[in-house]
């Protein structure tokens, strides 16, 4: 009876906390990953009000180390314009305003070139890899 007691309290410590009792301890997310393609997801990032302020679109990363690099798989370029296009219908972006290249150095891996679609009501943003495909996609919309 005491090794029966003793392995269920441990394996509701091994466990981790659920959903629930962390939603009871923090109070609601600010953000949630949903998965849009097999190997996509993208993270939502959410306003006090509950408005969405930004989406990034990634491969899935599952392993323990989560820098973008770790992965080793890139967005193809169509497949990424087709998400976008679901999560933000042009419509929705207002005018489109310009759109803008962008290489600067960031640390450790200088992996900032990309470039920016800025619309009316939100900014695109795609982290470029050596092809013509993407690392990962920001979607930001403006206050």
Request: net charge neutral.
């Amino acid at each position: 009876m005491k090794i029966v007691l003793l392995t269920m309290l441990t394996c509701s410590v091994v466990l981790g906390q659920s959903r629930d009792e962390l939603k009871a301890k923090y109070g609601n997310a600010v953000s949630e990953t949903f998965m849009v393609r097999p190997g996509i997801e993208v993270t939502a990032t959410y306003a006090a009000s509950g408005r969405i302020m930004e989406l990034v679109i990634s491969p899935q990363n599952t392993g323990f180390i989560k820098s973008r690099s770790s992965t080793g798989k890139a967005l193809n370029k169509d497949l990424l314009k087709r998400i976008i296009e679901e999560l933000a219908p042009m419509p929705t972006r207002g005018k489109y305003i310009m759109g803008t290249f962008m290489h600067f150095t960031c640390l450790p891996h200088d992996d900032c070139t990309g470039s920016e679609e800025e619309y009316e009501r939100l900014t695109i943003y795609y982290n470029a890899t050596e092809s013509s495909d993407s690392n990962y996609a920001v979607i930001q919309w403006k206050p």
